[in-house]
């Protein structure tokens, strides 16, 4: 329980508990695996610890060890730097240690001052095939690039300048994790040690978009509607998936009869990507306006290519003598994300309280990672802060992690098999395909207890802690306006206790700001 001020009850009808100076909810009290953890590094804290209380608090401590597993992370890619990116063709992958910056800086044309999306690339892949944001990332990191030297040189020095560039969005994600519910901040943690985190930040370039979407969802949590569609507008100028995040919100806005609200962040979502991709998008010429090559490669690619690792339809195909073709796997793969979008509207309209935005957004995101015809190692990176805001629980959280990173080593390994000749380095197709299997059941894994907890607000151990939905920003304690089903009747409280209850559906709750967002 939170340490608060309690409204005084009678022994015949108690009144609801209303937190109104808060502290800050410490995993170490109310999570066994993270108790037991904390023994690493001397045990829980103490009573008389001093929260707050000098430089060292909760987010900057957060940021601070998101720093240190992502410098963890570039000294796994050690083997690679040295020599494994340039010569043998299976070492990248026996050491696990790939990735795409190196290899893209040459066949990209960064090394020949090539204009992304304008300048025509020779070989298979004509433009570059990254949203417009994501191209402008890669394109300052080549200016900073010292173009001397031999081009391993050249390579090594862009990854270099890109994992600088990346290492500060994986601090902006942690600190935004931790600041969204502002009454758990420790809960940053669990993004600042995930393991499949530091093992994938640098394998491509789409920590860019999950920072500019956890940065949306710190706003959302302050009801800066507006600030919020912008950075998602450009999250989705980055890469594709934070688009989903609208999706949930529509629901739970509705529900609550949040019209306006969703409409200003819509349309600064709207106008934020049209700011960034317009002046790449329209090109004119002699024949007039029209849509540009460079700029639609991106969704052409998307769209034309095929069945391809880590998906559940490469099993299917790699097992069948007449594999999916590509548009049944498009169409078919479009279908079952539409079913579970209504499968989640269905949930958010009959659950006994409406859920919150955390909880529909993982489940959003992590329906199109299970459905989509491809399934890239760093996919992981778009689920982590999503799955530490819908159930920070640290042994779900740890059970999931294993499997990803479980997967991270099979896709490597099948690799180094494939392209180690008789040699056979590596995990043949059998037990790559396993190893989809694990990344498949583990993810579906914590899409269960996230239901489960919508079903079951009391097993949610954020509402556990007297909370409504602090990522929620105006949903926050907001009253349904439109339900269905048994929501129609839902219990007023999210949990039982013997001598008073919490009121989790409060509206009137007093906007408490922490020290956490005084200080920074």
């Known amino acids: 329980m939170p340490s608060a001020e309690m409204t005084p009850a009678s ?12 502290e800050p909810v410490q995993p170490t009290k109310e999570d066994p695996v993270a108790a037991a953890g904390s023994e690493l590094i001397g045990g829980p804290l103490g009573r008389h610890a001093l929260l707050g209380a000098s430089w060292w608090t909760p987010v900057r401590v957060v940021v601070l060890v998101a720093i240190g597993m992502f410098a963890l992370g570039l000294v796994q890619k050690a083997p690679c730097y040295h020599s494994a990116w340039f010569y043998g063709a299976s070492s990248q992958y026996t050491h696990a240690c790939y990735s795409d910056i190196p290899h893209l800086y040459q066949g990209r044309g ?32 080549s200016w900073l690039t010292p173009h001397s030297g031999s081009i391993q040189h050249q390579e090594r020095w862009y990854w270099f300048v890109n994992a600088g560039m990346l290492m500060a969005c994986a601090a902006v994600i942690a600190a935004c994790v931790a600041r969204t519910h502002r009454r758990r901040p420790w809960d940053g943690l669990l993004v ?36 919020f569609g912008v950075l998602l507008g450009l999250a989705t100028a980055a890469k594709l998936y934070p688009v989903l995040l609208l999706g949930p919100l529509l629901v739970l806005c509705w529900r ?7 409409v200003r962040g819509a349309v600064g979502a ?4 049209l700011v960034v991709n317009l002046p790449v998008m329209i090109a004119h010429d002699t024949t007039g306006f029209h849509i540009r090559e460079g700029w639609a490669k991106f969704y052409t690619f998307s769209k034309e290519r095929g069945v391809d690792f880590g998906s559940f339809w490469l099993i299917w195909a790699q097992n069948s003598d007449n594999p999916p073709t590509t548009d049944f796997v498009n169409n078919a793969a479009m279908v079952l994300v539409v079913l579970c979008f209504l499968g989640i509207t269905a949930l958010a309209f009959t659950a006994p309280r409406r859920p919150r935005f955390a909880q529909l957004a993982f489940l959003m995101v992590a329906a199109f990672v299970l459905t989509n015809k491809v399934y890239s190692p760093q996919y992981v990176l778009w689920l ?7 159930r920070p629980k640290w ?14 080593l099979g896709i490597w390994m099948y690799l180094a098999y494939t392209t180690s000749g008789e040699a056979h380095k590596g995990l043949p197709t059998q037990g790559y395909h396993w190893a989809i299997a694990v990344h498949l059941l583990g993810t579906l894994y914590l899409c269960a207890v996230v239901v489960r907890d919508v079903l079951l607000p009391e097993r949610d151990v954020v ?4 909370d409504d939905d602090p990522s929620g920003g105006v949903l926050d304690g907001a009253e349904d306006a439109f339900t269905l089903g048994a929501a129609a009747h839902p219990p007023r409280y999210a949990v039982p206790f013997e001598e008073a209850e919490v009121d989790w559906g409060r509206s009137d709750k007093p906007d408490v700001l922490t020290h956490e967002d005084r200080s920074l």
Not at 120 to 136: F, I, Q, S
Not at 256 to 261: D, M, S, T
């Open 270 to 273: 709207v106008a934020a990507w």
């Open 463 to 466: 509402r556990r802690s007297g």
């Open 256 to 262: 609550a009869g949040k019209w306006r609200e969703y």
């Open 395 to 408: 042994r779900d959280f740890l059970i999931w992690q294993a499997c990803e990173v479980a997967y991270f």
């Open 11 to 22: 022994r015949q009808e108690p009144e609801p508990v209303r937190p109104v100076a808060a």
């Open 110 to 141: 960064f090394a020949d001052h090539l204009v992304p999306y304008f300048d025509k690339l020779p070989g298979d892949m004509a433009y570059l095939e990254y949203p417009v944001l994501t191209g402008v990332f890669m394109e300052v990191a």
């Open 384 to 390: 982590v802060p999503l799955a530490v805001l819908a």
């Open 192 to 227: 600042a040690l995930a393991p499949a985190f530091a093992l994938t930040a640098t394998v491509n370039w789409d920590l860019l978009a999950v920072a500019l979407t956890a940065a949306a969802m710190l706003m959302w949590s302050r009801s800066r509607t507006l600030a």
